[in-house]
């Protein structure tokens, strides 16, 4: 009986989760607060945060330069298929793959050394590539690049954002699945391991450097996919994608939705994006960055006080508080316990 639950818990868990993103649209039509271009944010940002899940969830390793690969992976589309003409999708791939070489690199040189360094890497590494976007004629330097056709399926360009959102939406499906496969195999095993003790982990012949450096590239895949779906879905990017304030907001994301699960991702997108647009609604949409930045600050502090294991960790929780409530006043019988 176990071992049934232990197969079908999952498969359900993706099944409701599919149903969810379809009726999304029917919810975020009528609801004032939402719309299909809030809809299409909030995937292209969950599958943006998906990677940070094995990273910072499991490996314990914190990424402040997400949003480099987001933007390596949007102007990778941006030039390709404005400068060259190459098709989307093969754009996107070429940024994700881009992206993957790249912090492959990056990982090889930064995990050789013990401690927090990836956080001071990354954030150098994604302040660096934002300034280099600015000079760049080929990024287009603070103007950006516009013009960026949208991405078709089957001839049918998705030029608005229905359709833009399904698509996405089915990438961030594939890529739970993906990731969780990977959470769940022995892999996933030793990269928890490796995040909970390096020390006992490498003494047990794991290669530590190398289970982070992989995670690193799965994070920086994932957002380099997510970045050229923005710059497909948008037409436009600039410097702005490669900022620190973008990757504070996934680290946010996936802080909030919770870093051990994969669906901490979603859940957090919805989260802070529900909350940015009630702070819009409230301040108005002039607020600035600074604020974002202190609203983002806030957010995180308040969710790793009250909810540690963020908003996918909260029915475990309330789970146990019911159980423990049960036994204490002796409603569940002895054999259950």
Same mark, same amino acid.
């Given at each position: 009986?176990?071992?049934?639950?232990?197969?079908?818990?999952?498969?359900?868990?993706?099944?409701?989760?599919?149903?969810?993103?379809?009726?999304?649209?029917?919810? &975020?039509?009528?609801?004032?607060?939402?719309?299909?271009?809030?809809?299409?944010?909030?995937?292209?940002?969950?599958?943006?945060?998906?990677?940070?899940?094995?990273?910072?969830?499991?490996?314990?390793?914190?990424? @402040?330069?997400?949003?480099? &690969?987001?933007?390596?992976?949007?102007?990778?589309?941006?030039?390709?298929?404005?400068?060259?003409?190459?098709?989307?999708?093969?754009?996107?791939?070429?940024?994700?793959?881009?992206?993957?070489?790249?912090?492959?690199?990056?990982?090889?040189?930064?995990?050789?050394?013990?401690?927090?360094?990836?956080?001071?890497?990354?954030?150098?590494?994604?302040?660096?590539?934002?300034?280099?976007?600015?000079?760049?004629?080929?990024?287009?330097?603070?103007?950006?690049?516009?013009?960026?056709?949208?991405?078709?399926?089957?001839?049918?360009?998705?030029?608005?954002?229905?359709?833009?959102?399904?698509?996405?939406?089915?990438?961030?499906?594939?890529?739970?699945?993906?990731?969780? =496969?990977?959470?769940?195999?022995?892999?996933?095993?030793?990269?928890?391991?490796?995040?909970?003790?390096?020390?006992?982990?490498?003494?047990?012949?794991?290669?530590?450097?190398?289970? +982070?450096?992989?995670?690193? =590239?799965?994070?920086?895949?994932?957002?380099?996919?997510?970045?050229?779906?923005?710059?497909?879905?948008?037409?436009?990017?600039?410097?702005?994608?490669?900022? @620190?304030?973008?990757?504070?907001?996934?680290?946010?994301?996936?802080?909030?939705?919770? +870093?051990?699960?994969?669906?901490?991702?979603?859940?957090?997108?919805?989260?802070?994006?529900?909350?940015?647009?009630?702070?819009?609604?409230?301040?108005?949409?002039?607020?600035?960055?600074?604020?974002?930045?202190?609203?983002?600050?806030?957010?995180?502090?308040?969710?790793?006080?009250?909810?540690?294991?963020?908003?996918?960790?909260?029915?475990?929780?309330?789970?146990?508080?019911?159980?423990?409530?049960?036994?204490?006043?002796?409603?569940?019988?002895?054999?259950?316990?």
């Amino acid at each position: 009986m176990t071992t049934m639950r232990s197969r079908t818990g999952p498969v359900m868990g993706f099944a409701v989760f599919a149903a969810v993103l379809l009726s999304v649209p029917a919810v &975020f039509t009528r609801v004032p607060l939402y719309t299909m271009s809030t809809a299409v944010l909030m995937v292209l940002l969950a599958l943006a945060a998906l990677g940070l899940v094995p990273l910072a969830g499991r490996a314990r390793q914190v990424s @402040l330069g997400q949003a480099a &690969f987001y933007g390596i992976g949007g102007y990778t589309s941006a030039i390709l298929t404005t400068r060259y003409g190459l098709g989307g999708w093969w754009a996107l791939v070429a940024g994700a793959l881009l992206s993957a070489a790249v912090a492959w690199l990056l990982g090889s040189l930064i995990f050789r050394a013990q401690g927090h360094y990836l956080s001071l890497a990354t954030l150098a590494f994604g302040l660096a590539l934002a300034a280099l976007a600015t000079q760049l004629p080929m990024t287009g330097g603070n103007a950006g690049i516009t013009g960026v056709p949208a991405l078709s399926v089957l001839g049918i360009e998705l030029s608005d954002d229905l359709s833009m959102y399904y698509v996405f939406a089915g990438m961030l499906l594939v890529a739970t699945v993906a990731v969780q =496969v990977l959470l769940r195999s022995f892999w996933g095993a030793a990269l928890t391991a490796a995040g909970d003790s390096p020390v006992a982990a490498a003494a047990s012949g794991v290669d530590v450097a190398g289970l +982070r450096r992989t995670a690193f =590239v799965v994070a920086a895949v994932l957002a380099s996919v997510a970045g050229s779906g923005y710059a497909c879905w948008y037409r436009y990017v600039d410097p702005g994608v490669l900022g @620190l304030l973008s990757s504070v907001e996934l680290l946010v994301i996936v802080s909030v939705g919770g +870093r051990d699960s994969v669906w901490g991702a979603p859940l957090g997108a919805l989260g802070v994006v529900t909350l940015t647009q009630l702070s819009k609604e409230q301040i108005g949409p002039a607020s600035g960055a600074s604020f974002e930045l202190t609203a983002y600050g806030v957010i995180l502090i308040l969710s790793l006080l009250l909810l540690p294991r963020g908003l996918a960790g909260l029915p475990a929780i309330l789970l146990g508080r019911w159980r423990r409530h049960r036994l204490t006043t002796g409603r569940i019988p002895r054999e259950a316990r």
